[in-house]
């Protein structure tokens, strides 16, 4: 596919926006997603001498809106955020280029509005921030190709290969392999990295009695004699065999689905100026986003390797919370209504990762998964669906704005993974009313 001329002639209009100011302050999302699009406009505005700032936003409620409307320069460059708050963005009198993804509310010709959803390609696989922000970087110039594999980053951080590349993002690949920065590998069931410690934080798969059980890691591998040094790259193809043959069938036994396991085993994208795989990297990011240390991700990706290092420790502090978090969900359970699931999380940072564990491999995939983070001022919601979900009609980002409103707070986002905000104290009667929404989805489908 080439990029439909439509979003090229926009993007050649950030282009002469951009070379019009010699400072540019830059709004990005938290999540990998947010903060590879973040650096590439930091490399592509660095690389084009421009001076800039960049802030990060754990969303776009209407205080970041505040934030942005106070803003004392003359152009705003927003990536990975803005889709809902367009109207808002065309009252300030400033140059506004927003660089998004997210499900589009209205189109406009005051703010230079990139967006894959106008040209009628599904943001929610086929193009992320770090996608649009990339075809920003080209269009400004043709030597940031390089920078393709900072949008594998965000692309896998977004979680848009999971049904296979496509859209704009085959697009990427495609090229970024013709250039030798992207490689693809065949993916496994062992999940990556020094075998004793990738068993015993992993959390995708997350398996049952070995993940997050440090004595249970070193009696498995015992048994199966395979040393806790090895890593996919040093075991023998039989040690590959076995290992993966067993820890898939611990998954069967523990009732996770064969298309659960496939996703896991997916294909992986490598990146030649890092040697290593983009998901990886998004889950560095993913730390430092989750972690409150943004910058750490940012320069990281710009190519500092003492920020890389850091990254690495954090993630490694992360994936401690992460496997202590869905150890204590699947000690304590979930609660189950007819057409959803849903779990209270106390690390409000984790509940949209945590959302799609218990769905794969605690509790049932066949049906939504909501966490709930409850605090004094504000209850967070996280949710999550599946592929498969989408296909029998459930739409989470309607759902959850929908029930949200109800409930004294907002929500949305993509179909597939949501998040929201209520009033504290409405938790049950929300759940309950979202249940139902999400029925009323199902039974609208069926009856098509
Ligand atoms: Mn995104």
Redesign the pocket.
């Known amino acids: 596919m080439d990029v439909p001329s439509k979003l090229t002639f926009r993007l050649s209009r950030a282009v002469d926006i951009v070379r019009n100011h010699d400072f540019i302050q830059v709004y990005s999302?938290y999540?990998a997603?947010?903060l590879s699009?973040a650096s590439i406009v930091a490399k592509v505005l660095i690389r084009a001498g421009k001076e800039f700032r960049i802030t990060i936003f754990t969303s776009l409620e209407e205080e970041s809106v505040r934030v942005i409307k106070e803003c004392a320069y003359d152009c705003i460059l927003i990536t990975?955020l803005g889709a809902s708050y367009i109207k808002e963005l065309e009252e300030l009198n400033k140059s506004v280029i927003v660089l998004?993804?997210?499900v589009i509310h209205e189109d406009s010709d005051k703010v230079c509005y990139v967006n894959p959803h106008l040209v009628g390609i599904d943001g929610s696989s086929g193009a992320?921030?770090?996608t649009m922000a990339f075809l920003f970087g080209i269009s400004m110039d043709p030597d940031n190709w390089d920078l393709v594999q900072i949008a594998f980053i965000?692309i896998t951080?977004?979680k848009q290969h999971l049904r296979g590349i496509s859209g704009l993002n085959l697009y990427l690949l495609n090229e970024g392999m013709k250039r030798n920065f992207i490689t693809q590998c065949e993916g496994s069931l062992i999940p990556p990295g020094q075998i004793s410690k990738s068993l015993f934080y992993s959390t995708e798969p997350y398996i049952r009695g070995i993940s997050g059980n440090k004595v249970e890691v070193d009696v498995f591998l015992k048994s199966v004699h395979i040393s806790g040094d090895k890593d996919l790259k040093t075991m023998t193809k039989n040690e590959k065999r076995i290992l993966s043959s067993i820890i898939a069938m611990k998954l069967i036994e523990q009732g996770v689905t064969l298309q659960a396991m496939i996703e896991v085993s997916r294909t992986r994208y490598y990146l030649k100026d890092w040697q290593m795989d983009a998901e990886s990297m998004a889950e560095l990011l993913d730390a430092c986003g989750r972690m409150s240390t943004q910058g750490t991700g940012i320069a990281m990706c710009i190519g500092s390797n003492d920020d890389l290092l850091k990254a690495v420790e954090l993630k490694d502090q992360y994936s401690k919370n992460l496997i202590d978090a869905t150890l204590k969900i699947d000690r304590e359970g979930i609660k189950e209504l007819e057409n959803l699931q849903y779990f209270d999380s106390t690390e409000t940072g984790l509940t949209g990762v945590l959302c799609h564990i218990v769905m794969y491999y605690i509790g049932k995939p066949s049906k939504p998964t909501i966490g709930i983070h409850r605090s004094s001022v504000k209850t967070k919601l996280s949710g999550r669906a599946t592929y498969e979900l989408l296909d029998r009609g459930v739409d989470l980002s309607l759902a959850l704005s929908e029930s949200t409103k109800i409930f004294g707070g907002e929500g949305g986002g993509h179909n597939i993974a949501s998040g929201g905000s209520i009033k504290p104290g409405t938790e049950e009667d929300f759940i309950k009313n979202l249940n139902m929404i999400i029925g009323d989805q199902l039974s609208s489908a069926r009856s098509r």
């Open positions: 999302h999540d997603d947010g699009a990975d998004d993804h997210h992320c921030g770090a965000g951080g977004d």
